[in-house]
């Protein structure tokens, strides 16, 4: 039988510091800045600037770009939510997670 | 000499007694009911003493014995102030207002003779 | 060696072993030791978005227009970068109510609202149908062009697949089970799946290596490279174009598959049942924010590569692009690799198929049938003991149906155009959840009614601008409706609503759609008022991001007894859960278990919860509401439901009231003690009045007293005087004693009234008479004089009496004997009757003629009272007294010329 999720203890805010403001706070602005970056970089008009016959590396320009820019944005991901949202402690494991016995 | 008592009192059964009293003691009496004729007969004939009444109908006892303290030419005037209200705030506030003594209601007939023939320096038999 | 015993038995192996480790992740479950406790096979199951609508119409739609695969899987990695603000919120939210499907989390939102599950369900099986169609149709095909080998057929050229040998039905079947042995062990929906899950996790790990395979083998197998590759492709022009040019969408397509894919990672009932219902853990989510893009990444490399090998492999376009994946092997008489990247195609589809018919058939059970099954009659009456076995037959049920519809359906529309746009449709529909998920997270005004404008006219749009003219396409339509729109209503054709020309339909699709599906939801929400039940859920959903955590508000105020609610949970739960899990509950919470007990609002709510997971959350509170009584939400729950910003401004504001409240109340305190004092001085003057009024007729009695007693010899006269003084002062002091007993019973309000109809004039003929001897004695006159046709009025007779009695006594004592005169008059006007009695005696001063209704204060007439005989000073009080109680007035006036007036009115 799950507890009921009322009555466990919130012990990791998404990994973040238990209070209100860590998550909402630092890692928060970073998740939304770079949101923004992607945006901004993944859509038109920044995007058509990539456009074109042009090759670099023998590889089609655009195609570069995209990814590049697709795995910086992850690399980024990975920053914010393991450096700014520090890992909660693994034993740390809500009860309701627990399987029905 | 006979000395003269002026009763100023409302309420007519105590009018009755009252005078009853003093005239059997040999007191010359004369009675008013209300404060103002009280100071009016004094200026007419001035009494050795004044039993007043402190309910009056228009200006209660104490501002008559007030006025009567106030006066020089009658500073020898006995005032004796008949209450109902037997508290000790009201006889302070006669006192005050400058009576010589003070007998509350309902009074002994005897201890009432005997203040008044003290204030006129008799001897109480 | 790839004959087709070679490829079935690969495919069975490839099922049994999804088997075999689904069943191996349900027993660890059980011993204790989850599988799926663990963020990687989180990120991986997560990657069910990746179906072989990825795995081969990537592929397919890169080698036709390019880079447009790409924002698909580029807008999901942008929503993951808000995974704190939105996945995370999701999940938190979720687990606290034991959502257990998108349905079930919009309709509980939006004050767990029975309609807008069900809305959103039917929008999900007619949404997600075709896409599901379009995983068996791949499946299919794929078996179909691999049995082939070593030639190179595509299906169109082949003919239709007799029923009982298309590889589809018996998949179709074989997911059917798989569903039904690991989607339905638990009643209970918003437990999670371990089996199912460790298995899409593994699915998800085939997927990527079969297509990675391909990939390296493209690329480094049958060219030098990357670099070999693309200047191969680079020399012929079309591909050219391809690789280095935005598709024939050009930049609105690509942004608007951005948006739309931005949307389904979260809106699809698939992604919501894999991220949100079957996540364990919400710092899960933290690490799966990167690692599933990375996935996407992953899948994605190659895609662009495959294409160019396979448009360059196949020069003259005989094969269909999204088989490339397939046949780029299968030409290159690569087995061993085709077996493989078609095992890695049947892995897409049936993870896709497996997670989107569960999560299909638990809305379809817990947001369709059970809240119509619990409101037939019928039904209830039959079914009134454990539910479950039932429930599980209904979910079970509806895997089998949703699975065969979607063959059938398949099967039906085949190879038509309407089949090919069905992954992008589907999206288009998921996208329509949209505005009500986010909005119901972010934007605490949005209400029920918003979200159903929004959804409804969304899907109207979505079905009018996309699905439709697919229809029109396939011919199951005319054809005109496209192109001249309907009855030739030129702003109305399905492709350019209202002239709106020149973008690709999707682009169009979606920008009517979500035009009028936000603005329903803005405008639907802002104009409707939501209901108690609404606000606490908005509250509760919109909090979560500034207070994660935060215990979740005890909606039910209302009262049921243990018994009653053990037995709601029987139902559902079967006996065995439902007394475990109040047995949980109360080794937690101090709380009486005995069946009669009453049930606080925290079990409650716990029961409450506990069926949300089984039924779905507005079913879940019907079937509470049965048995509670009382309101659903509480007034000190409400203030929970405004948001920090608001909650602060109310609270100011609330203090400013309290702070006004205070103060009026010092104000009235403050007044009251004035009062109180005015009272306490008025009592205090009332005893010395009292103890006044006692001692004056005391001093008489005392006074004749003794001066009988020392007098013995006094003269009969006199003697007489003094008794007659004594008799008359007691009688005084008996008629004061009598008159306060009366008032103050009066004021007490002890005294008995018979109140009755009178006749006023008979009553004042009685009281002159009872006047007439004293009037007499006194030598005044007494003149009636009663207007014609007097109304009756209401009063007690004798009462009425003693107040005209009173007045004439006065009267009579004020009036000079002999002269006196008093009249008695009564007359009507104004509702009322005004009795007046006049005298022409001494008149009463101005400023008295209030003041002498009060207790003990006689008038001070300008002429002394000696001779006269002593009132009370009650009479008047209690005159007044009387009258107030008969609901009328008495006041005097002075009488024109000499004397006083004395009037009181009594109503008619």
């Given at each position: 039988m799950a507890p009921d999720p009322a009555q466990i203890p919130d012990k990791s805010p998404g990994g973040a510091p238990p209070d209100a403001t860590g998550r909402a706070g630092r890692a928060g602005a970073f998740s939304i800045s770079l949101?923004?970056?992607?945006?901004?970089?993944?859509?038109?008009?920044?995007?058509?600037?990539?456009?074109?016959?042009?090759?670099?590396?023998?590889?089609?320009?655009?195609?570069?770009?995209?990814?590049?820019?697709?795995?910086?944005?992850?690399?980024l991901i990975y920053l914010i939510s393991e450096r700014f949202a520090p890992a909660p402690d693994p034993t740390l494991v809500p009860e309701d997670a627990a399987p029905d016995a | 000499m006979d000395h003269s008592v002026l009763v100023v009192e409302d309420d007519e059964n105590i009018v009755l007694s009252l005078t009853f009293l003093l005239e059997k003691s040999g007191f010359a009496t004369r009675v008013v009911g209300d404060g103002n004729s009280a100071l009016g007969e004094m200026r007419a004939a001035k009494p050795d003493v004044v039993l007043l009444d402190v309910m009056l109908p228009e200006r209660d006892g104490y501002s008559v014995c007030e006025e009567i303290r106030g006066n020089a030419a009658w500073s020898d005037v006995h005032v004796i102030m008949l209450t109902a209200k037997g508290r000790a705030a009201d006889r302070d506030k006669g006192m005050a207002a400058g009576a010589d003594d003070f007998v509350t209601k309902p009074f002994s007939t005897r201890d009432l003779v005997a203040r008044v023939k003290a204030a006129v320096g008799l001897a109480v038999e | 060696?790839?004959?087709?015993?070679?490829?079935?038995?690969?495919?069975?192996?490839?099922?049994?072993?999804?088997?075999?480790?689904?069943?191996?992740?349900?027993?660890?479950?059980?011993?204790?030791?989850?599988?799926?406790?663990?963020?990687?096979?989180?990120?991986?199951?997560?990657?069910?978005?990746?179906?072989?609508?990825?795995?081969?119409?990537?592929?397919?739609?890169?080698?036709?227009?390019?880079?447009?695969?790409?924002?698909?899987?580029?807008?999901?990695?942008?929503?993951?970068?808000?995974?704190?603000?939105?996945?995370?919120?999701?999940?938190?939210?979720?687990?606290?109510?034991?959502?257990?499907?998108?349905?079930?989390?919009?309709?509980?939102?939006?004050?767990?609202?029975?309609?807008?599950?069900?809305?959103?369900?039917?929008?999900?099986?007619?949404?997600?149908?075709?896409?599901?169609?379009?995983?068996?149709?791949?499946?299919?095909?794929?078996?179909?062009?691999?049995?082939?080998?070593?030639?190179?057929?595509?299906?169109?050229?082949?003919?239709?697949?007799?029923?009982?040998?298309?590889?589809?039905?018996?998949?179709?079947?074989?997911?059917?089970?798989?569903?039904?042995?690991?989607?339905?062990?638990?009643?209970?929906?918003?437990?999670?799946?371990?089996?199912?899950?460790?298995?899409?996790?593994?699915?998800?790990?085939?997927?990527?290596?079969?297509?990675?395979?391909?990939?390296?083998?493209?690329?480094?197998?049958?060219?030098?490279?990357?670099?070999?590759?693309?200047?191969?492709?680079?020399?012929?022009?079309?591909?050219?174009?391809?690789?280095?040019?935005?598709?024939?969408?050009?930049?609105?397509?690509?942004?608007?598959?951005?948006?739309?894919?931005?949307?389904?990672?979260?809106?699809?009932?698939?992604?919501?049942?894999?991220?949100?219902?079957?996540?364990?853990?919400?710092?899960?989510?933290?690490?799966?924010?990167?690692?599933?893009?990375?996935?996407?990444?992953?899948?994605?490399?190659?895609?662009?590569?495959?294409?160019?090998?396979?448009?360059?492999?196949?020069?003259?376009?005989?094969?269909?692009?999204?088989?490339?994946?397939?046949?780029?092997?299968?030409?290159?008489?690569?087995?061993?690799?085709?077996?493989?990247?078609?095992?890695?195609?049947?892995?897409?589809?049936?993870?896709?198929?497996?997670?989107?018919?569960?999560?299909?058939?638990?809305?379809?059970?817990?947001?369709?049938?059970?809240?119509?099954?619990?409101?037939?009659?019928?039904?209830?009456?039959?079914?009134?003991?454990?539910?479950?076995?039932?429930?599980?037959?209904?979910?079970?049920?509806?895997?089998?149906?949703?699975?065969?519809?979607?063959?059938?359906?398949?099967?039906l529309i085949g190879e038509s155009y309407a089949l090919v746009t069905i992954g992008l449709v589907s999206f288009a529909a998921a996208a329509q959840f949209a505005p009500a998920l986010l909005g119901g997270i972010f934007w605490k005004g949005g209400t029920k009614a918003g979200a159903m404008t929004g959804l409804i006219l969304g899907t109207l749009v979505w079905l009018y601008t996309l699905v439709l003219p697919s229809f029109a396409r396939s011919g199951w339509l005319p054809i005109e409706f496209i192109d001249q729109g309907p009855f030739?209503?030129?702003?109305?054709?399905?492709?350019?609503?209202?002239?709106?020309?020149?973008?690709?339909?999707?682009?169009?699709?979606?920008?009517?759609?979500?035009?009028?599906?936000?603005?329903?939801?803005?405008?639907?929400?802002?104009?409707?008022?939501?209901?108690?039940l609404e606000q606490l859920q908005a509250g509760e959903f919109v909090r979560k991001l500034d207070t994660p955590g935060a215990e979740p508000v005890t909606t039910w105020r209302g009262s049921a007894s243990v018994g009653e609610l053990r037995e709601v949970l029987a139902r559902f739960l079967g006996d065995g859960r439902a007394d475990a899990a109040l047995v949980d509950f109360a080794r937690r919470n101090p709380v009486d278990l005995h069946p009669l007990a009453e049930a606080p609002p925290p079990l409650v709510a716990f029961a409450e919860r506990q069926l949300a997971g089984v039924i779905g959350a507005a079913s879940a509170q019907a079937m509470v509401a049965t048995v509670t009584k009382g309101e659903v939400v509480s007034t000190e729950d409400l203030m929970r439901i405004i948001d920090e910003t608001t909650q602060v401004i109310e609270y100011s504001h609330e203090l400013e009231e309290k702070s006004r409240a205070l103060e009026e109340t010092t104000a009235e305190l403050r007044a009251a003690n004035e009062r109180l004092k005015e009272l306490d001085r008025m009592k205090d003057n009332f005893i010395t009045t009292v103890g006044h009024e006692f001692r004056t007729p005391l001093t008489s009695i005392r006074a004749a007293g003794e001066i009988l007693s020392d007098n013995p010899a006094l003269p009969d006269a006199e003697r007489d005087r003094f008794y007659s003084v004594v008799v008359a002062e007691t009688q005084r002091l008996t008629r004061l004693i009598d008159q306060l007993l009366d008032l103050s019973k009066m004021e007490a309000g002890d005294l008995e009234w018979n109140m009755a109809p009178l006749d006023i004039g008979g009553v004042i003929d009685g009281a002159v008479a009872a006047s007439s001897p004293l009037a007499q004695a006194a030598g005044v006159r007494l003149d009636t004089e009663l207007s014609e046709g007097l109304p009756g009025v209401v009063a007690d007779r004798d009462r009425l009496i003693q107040v005209l009695v009173n007045l004439i006594s006065n009267a009579v004592k004020f009036c000079d004997p002999a002269v006196g005169r008093v009249r008695i008059s009564a007359e009507a006007g104004d509702g009322v009757v005004t009795v007046s009695v006049a005298d022409n005696g001494s008149g009463v001063a101005a400023i008295d003629r209030d003041r002498i209704f009060e207790r003990f204060q006689q008038g001070s007439s300008g002429e002394s009272l000696i001779n006269k005989p002593k009132g009370t000073g009650l009479g008047l009080a209690i005159c007044r007294e009387i009258v107030d109680r008969f609901g009328g007035r008495i006041w005097v006036e002075a009488r024109e010329g000499r004397g006083s007036v004395f009037r009181f009115t009594l109503p008619v």
């Open positions: 949101f923004l970056f992607a945006a901004l970089m993944l859509l038109p008009p920044i995007v058509t600037l990539v456009e074109g016959e042009a090759n670099l590396f023998g590889l089609p320009v655009i195609y570069l770009y995209l990814f590049a820019i697709w795995i910086a944005v992850v690399a | - | 060696m790839l004959q087709g015993w070679v490829i079935f038995i690969a495919s069975v192996a490839y099922l049994g072993l999804l088997f075999a480790i689904a069943f191996w992740g349900d027993k660890r479950a059980d011993q204790g030791r989850s599988v799926i406790n663990n963020p990687y096979i989180y990120a991986l199951s997560m990657a069910v978005f990746c179906t072989s609508w990825t795995f081969y119409g990537s592929v397919g739609r890169a080698a036709t227009s390019g880079l447009d695969f790409l924002p698909i899987y580029l807008g999901p990695t942008l929503v993951l970068v808000l995974w704190p603000y939105v996945l995370e919120k999701m999940v938190r939210i979720s687990a606290e109510n034991r959502i257990t499907s998108i349905a079930d989390f919009i309709a509980s939102r939006y004050g767990k609202s029975l309609y807008l599950g069900g809305l959103v369900t039917v929008i999900a099986i007619f949404g997600i149908l075709p896409y599901i169609a379009l995983q068996l149709k791949a499946v299919s095909t794929s078996f179909t062009v691999l049995i082939q080998y070593p030639e190179i057929v595509m299906p169109r050229n082949l003919g239709r697949v007799p029923l009982f040998q298309d590889t589809a039905f018996f998949v179709a079947l074989i997911m059917a089970l798989f569903s039904i042995l690991f989607g339905t062990r638990h009643i209970d929906a918003s437990e999670h799946h371990e089996g199912m899950v460790v298995a899409i996790a593994f699915e998800s790990v085939v997927k990527l290596a079969a297509f990675l395979a391909v990939g390296l083998y493209v690329t480094f197998g049958l060219y030098d490279g990357f670099q070999d590759l693309f200047a191969q492709g680079g020399a012929v022009p079309h591909i050219s174009q391809l690789t280095h040019h935005f598709g024939t969408g050009g930049y609105a397509q690509w942004s608007t598959l951005m948006v739309l894919s931005m949307f389904a990672i979260i809106c699809l009932p698939r992604q919501f049942q894999v991220a949100v219902v079957e996540n364990v853990n919400p710092a899960h989510v933290r690490k799966a924010a990167w690692l599933f893009p990375l996935y996407l990444i992953l899948i994605n490399v190659f895609v662009l590569p495959i294409a160019v090998g396979g448009l360059l492999q196949f020069p003259d376009r005989n094969v269909d692009a999204d088989t490339f994946v397939l046949t780029v092997a299968m030409a290159n008489a690569s087995e061993g690799l085709a077996l493989f990247a078609y095992i890695g195609g049947l892995s897409a589809a049936t993870g896709m198929l497996i997670v989107a018919t569960i999560a299909l058939s638990t809305m379809f059970c817990n947001d369709l049938v059970v809240p119509v099954l619990l409101r037939l009659r019928w039904f209830q009456a039959r079914f009134t003991g454990d539910l479950t076995a039932f429930l599980l037959f209904v979910r079970r049920s509806a895997i089998l149906f949703v699975l065969i519809l979607a063959y059938t359906y398949m099967r030739a209503i030129e702003f109305l054709k399905p492709y350019a609503l209202f002239g709106m020309d020149g973008v690709d339909h999707l682009s169009h699709s979606l920008f009517w759609s979500m035009l009028v599906n936000i603005g329903g939801f803005i405008w639907g929400s802002l104009l409707s008022r939501p209901s108690e």
